[in-house]
């Protein structure tokens, strides 16, 4: 399996350790926003490589995870 760019950045912050307050401040950087713009406007023009195929999904499934676990994050900063 590789690793996409969305993917290695959130192993990346994770790996550096993290805190609730690291979790809810979270945001892709410009680079993998602009990587899924991008995937996204090919793939609707249905102009993707086969490699690229399941990275729209990823992402996806990425940001589901991301958005659980800002939630989380918020209920143990308002815990505090």
Do not use: W
């Not at 809810?24 to 926003?33: G, I, K, T, V």
Request: proline share 6%; aromatic share 4%; glycine share 4%.
């Amino acid at each position: 399996m590789s690793v996409t760019p969305a993917y290695q950045e959130v192993i990346d912050f994770i790996a550096a350790g993290t805190s609730p307050d690291a979790v809810a401040a979270f945001r892709p950087s410009e680079a993998a926003r602009a990587r899924v713009a991008d995937l996204l406007a090919r793939e609707k023009a249905g102009g993707l490589d086969p490699e690229e195929t399941a990275e729209p999904n990823d992402c996806v499934q990425l940001e589901h995870l991301m958005r659980l676990a800002k939630a989380r994050a918020h209920q143990y900063l308002a815990g505090k």
